[in-house]
């Protein structure tokens, strides 16, 4: 079993910065793979950065480049650091853990954090 809590959500202006941290419990974090994913009213989860159990990372052509995820295994804990950010990066960024399958799909992660709110105004 894996608990993870997410925070670091925010208000901020078009072009400036947030950085999400994801803390997660159990004693196996490091075996798992990561993932940030993101969600606006109407719409499906959608898929934003990955990180494997190797640190290997994929990300959503959206945010590539403006993004960047990372974990640190000794803190259990995952994080999003988001630059410049545009006002379509509003939504609930949720936190998620996999044990396997493919990286983009939220269908194949196991647990989910309680998600945080970034909302960017322009």
């Known amino acids: 079993q894996v608990r993870l809590v997410e925070s670091g959500g925010g208000l901020v202006q078009a072009g400036g910065s947030l950085r999400l941290s994801c803390a997660a419990s159990?004693?196996?974090?490091?075996?798992?793979?990561m993932g940030w994913f993101r969600q606006v009213p109407g719409k499906e989860r959608e898929f934003v950065a990955a990180?494997?159990?190797?640190?290997?990372?994929y990300y959503a052509d959206s945010v590539k480049g403006r993004f960047t995820i990372s974990r640190d295994n000794a803190k259990n804990s995952v994080y999003l650091q988001m630059n410049s950010l545009k006002p379509e990066d509003t939504a609930v960024y949720y936190c998620?853990?996999?044990?396997?399958?493919?990286?983009?799909?939220?269908?194949?992660?196991?647990?989910w954090g309680q998600g945080t709110q970034v909302t960017v105004s322009s």
């Open positions: 998620a853990a996999r044990s396997s399958g493919t990286y983009y799909s939220p269908n194949m992660y196991d647990y």
């Open positions: 159990g004693r196996t974090f490091s075996s798992y793979g």
């Open positions: 990180i494997s159990w190797r640190g290997n990372t």
